[in-house]
């Protein structure tokens, strides 16, 4: 069964960084596109950022462009979400998901096992 866990939320203060992290297990890791997607109170889910099984793939939405960065290390079954330059406006609660599809996908409904969320609180 897979499992993802996300952690690495908190408070941080407007222009700071985090750092997310998302530990996986049950599956084989690099078989699986892993996407960011996060959710704002009264808001729908959307996306932030994917790459792709071997990390020579990268997806950004644009409002994270240039100041969001996701990788993975597929030796510890894990991906990340540098976050630099924080607004508050990326304060939500953000998911981690997996996909083993062909190609990387940056739409929620596409994605097949998801994380239970980390929140991430930005103060202005």
């Known amino acids: 069964q897979v499992q993802l866990v996300e952690s690495g939320g908190g408070l941080v203060q407007a222009g700071g960084s985090l750092r997310l992290s998302c530990a996986s297990s049950g599956h084989t890791f690099s078989s699986y596109n892993m996407g960011w997607f996060r959710q704002a109170p009264g808001k729908e889910r959307e996306f932030v950022a994917a790459i792709s099984k071997g990390g020579g793939g990268r997806y950004y939405a644009d409002s994270v462009k240039g100041r969001f960065t996701v990788s993975r290390d597929n030796a510890k079954n894990t991906v990340y979400l540098q976050m630099n330059n924080v607004k508050p406006e990326d304060t939500a609660v953000y998911y981690c998901?997996?996909?083993?599809?062909?190609?990387?996908?940056?739409?929620?409904?596409?994605?097949?096992?998801w994380g239970q969320g980390t929140q991430v609180t930005v103060s202005s």
């Open positions: 998901a997996a996909d083993n599809s062909p190609v990387t996908p940056t739409t929620a409904p596409n994605y097949d096992y």
